[in-house]
């Protein structure tokens, strides 16, 4: 039992969601099809595990929500509005109680209400199934008849397909007539379908000028990919209900296709507990330690100038290949899409939507973007976060849209980049933008700092109010908000992991809320700075270049110091200053780092050491959220070396001075 249970604290979660998100798809899509299909499946599924154990209220309410798909399948009841609400709810309470059960582990059990709860949701489910029964389904459209045309027009790309032995699936993807509303972009979606090799868009009905409506889609698509299946049906996951999938023999005319299998492809999968993962990454943090320490070796022993140093060089190149393949090998490991992180906020956006009274519509860009698990399981709960307070706070109530001149549904998006070693996940709203003397009147109000101050405060500033502890606009607590906890609660949890979120808004048009997180532990290589007897170090892509400046270069002015560079006036800073630390003596010349980006400066330091290769781990503990930190490395010789964003410690001193500034 104990394997079992095991077993099931792994798959349950997983197929709880897969039964929610399939609810959602056959809201979109109500009637037969592969969304219905997959819900009773995973109900079934679901069904059939946890009656292996003591777990009644969980056992019935899957077996009511089973036999209520199962008279949708067969056309025994209509898909309504009243059916999918109920199922919702019922796999709201379903995925709830399983979540608990996996943080729980041993202590299996559900919660004291969970009884009641369950005969409540149960009774609605079965009340639903003497319905009314579902109208008769119009004759269905030939199987395949997008597909003739689909291959003859790309004759050749798969004719270089079969010519590499390319295997290749051809979808047709039909889109819902109010997609847009639902927040899905069809041409965004195919744009970077992968393996891509032909597409044909063609309306689905005859243009007619007099009723054109533009807000309804009219187009159908049918694509061509040499992309394996599984990671096709992931990346249409969202519109599951509204594809329909052909495999094409990659060694046969284009003229005669194999219609594929509806279902998922099997995978061949293999779990390991993420605790020997990470093992394994320390492992590769302790090689790039030690293949540091060798670079020092080969230093004393006189470098390229002796046999012994050449040969201790080469031997260090040579490792510093394979340490970096491995940590390439053992960071894939444990990347997995953003999507895990995204998957519950549709169905919570429209809890919240139906439970304020406000039509919100959510797109989602950018979930197949990967990052470290732990940074994908961590970002779930800020998500939550965000999503609640901008369908509370950000987007306005219908009547207040409508003499706001904006459409009666609010739209929120969130989105999802890669920039280099971190990544950005922006969630903004079109609402009503924060109102700055609100929050600095709030604030005072609260307690949270003094009027002197808060009058003192930028917008920027004033802005950053809401992530203090205890800050709430709410006028009455809620379910939803009203108990000072939320924002700061999104900021600690960024912080925790290395990262930081910052927030912009303007009045009337929104606000934006952006995370930037590291990606992963990564090997970066910095330079290492000195001020006096510490070492510091900067990631190389942030620095320009490196100089040596006389005093005599150098102008004082009244904002601070500066320097001309090529024609160009820079605005000069310590690194002392920006550190607090104490200066060193000033010298006849300064050692300047010039940082990169499109608003360079100067930044004087002591001077420069060697260029390193370190394994760059997020601030923890005390330490975790420290400004101008990207994170800490270790050192061949035992000391732990400070990375610093120079971005962050520079700030608005960075901008360019204008050259009458020197004149």
Same mark, same amino acid.
């Given at each position: ?64 929500? =089973? ?27 379903? *995925? ?23 005969? $409540? ?21 030939? @199987? ?29 993807? &039909? ?8 927040? #899905? ?44 299946? *599984?990671?096709? &049906? ?33 995978? +061949?999968?293999?779990?390991? *507990? ?11 943090? *302790? ?32 490792? #510093? ?32 939507? /139906? ?16 990052? #470290? ?6 970002? @779930? ?20 849209? $409508? ?71 709410? /006028? ?27 927030? @912009? ?24 700075? &000195? ?42 800073? +310590? ?34 050491? =060697? ?53």
């Amino acid at each position: 039992m104990d394997e079992l249970l095991a077993q099931f604290l792994v798959e349950a979660p997983e197929l709880a969601q897969q039964l929610a998100e399939a609810l959602l798809a056959l809201e979109r899509m109500p009637g037969p099809g592969q969304a219905l299909d997959a819900a009773f499946r995973h109900a079934h599924t679901l069904k059939g595990s946890v009656q292996l154990f003591d777990l009644p209220p969980l056992a019935g309410l899957l077996h009511a929500a =089973e036999d209520l798909l199962g008279a949708l399948r067969a056309g025994d009841r209509a898909p309504d509005a009243a059916a999918l609400d109920a199922l919702m709810a019922a796999a709201g309470a379903v *995925e709830g109680w399983i979540m608990g059960l996996a943080r729980d582990g041993a202590g299996i059990g559900l919660p004291a209400e969970a009884a009641a709860l369950g005969a $409540r949701h149960e009774a609605a489910l079965r009340a639903l199934l003497d319905g009314p029964a579902v109208p008769a389904a119009a004759e269905p459209a030939a @199987a395949l008849a997008w597909l003739p045309a689909l291959l003859a027009e790309a004759a050749d790309p798969l004719a270089e397909a079969r010519s590499g032995s390319q295997p290749v699936t051809a979808l047709h993807y &039909r889109p819902a007539a109010d997609c847009f509303f639902l927040g #899905d972009d069809p041409f965004g979606l195919l744009r970077r379908l992968p393996g891509l090799i032909a597409l044909r868009v063609t309306p689905r009905a005859a243009w007619d000028l007099e009723s054109f409506d533009p807000f309804a889609c009219n187009l159908d698509f049918a694509a061509l990919s040499t992309a394996a299946p *599984e990671a096709l &049906r992931q990346h249409m996951r969202f519109v599951a209900d509204q594809v329909e999938w052909a495999g094409v023999a990659a060694a046969e005319p284009p003229a005669s296709p194999t219609v594929a299998a509806t279902r998922d492809p099997g995978q +061949r999968l293999l779990r390991v *507990e993420a605790a020997r993962i990470d093992g394994m990454m320390d492992m590769v943090a *302790e090689l790039v330690v030690a293949k540091t320490g060798l670079a020092g070796l080969a230093r004393e022993a006189g470098g390229p100038a002796t046999p012994l140093g050449r040969s201790l060089a080469a031997r260090g190149a040579e490792i #510093d290949r394979l340490v970096a393949g491995l940590h390439r090998a053992v960071l894939g490991l444990r990347l997995v899409p953003l999507a895990q992180a995204f998957r519950r906020l549709p169905r919570l956006a429209r809890e919240l939507s /139906a439970q304020l009274g406000k039509p919100v519509a959510l797109q989602i860009e950018g979930e197949e973007v990967e990052a #470290d698990k732990s940074v994908v399981d961590a970002l @779930a709960e800020p998500l939550l976060h965000l999503l609640r307070n901008a369908l509370d706070h950000g987007v306005e109530p219908p009547e207040a849209r $409508r003499a706001a001149g904006k459409s009666e549904a609010g739209r929120i998006t969130l989105s999802a980049r890669r920039q280099g070693d971190q990544i950005q996940v922006t969630l903004e709203d079109d609402g009503a933008g924060l109102d700055t003397a609100k929050l600095r009147r709030v604030a005072g109000e609260r307690g949270l700092l003094p009027p002197a101050e808060l009058d003192a405060l930028d917008e920027a500033a004033a802005m950053a109010l809401i992530f203090r502890a205890g800050f709430s606009t709410a /006028a009455a607590v809620t379910g939803i908000s009203g108990r000072g906890v939320g924002m700061d609660a999104v900021r600690a949890a960024i912080e925790a992991l290395g990262g930081r979120v910052s927030v @912009a808004s303007r009045p009337g048009q929104g606000t934006s809320f952006r995370l930037t997180l590291p990606r992963a532990t990564v090997i970066t290589r910095v330079v290492l700075l &000195r001020l006096g007897e510490a070492r510091f170090g900067v990631p190389i892509e942030a620095v320009a270049e490196t100089l040596r400046l006389p005093e005599a270069a150098i102008t004082r002015l009244a904002e601070g110091e500066a320097f001309v560079l090529r024609g160009r006036a820079l605005p000069l800073l +310590r690194l002392s200053d920006l550190l607090g630390l104490p200066a060193a003596p000033a010298g006849t010349e300064r050692r300047i780092l010039v940082t990169a980006g499109p608003a360079p400066c100067g930044i004087a330091v002591d001077g420069f050491a =060697e260029r390193l290769d370190v394994m760059l781990r997020p601030m923890g503990g005390l330490l975790a959220g420290l400004p101008g930190a990207l994170g800490t490395a270790l050192l061949g010789d035992g000391v732990v070396l400070v990375v610093l964003d120079l971005d962050e410690l520079a700030g608005g001193a960075a901008a360019p001075l204008p050259e009458a500034a020197l004149s």
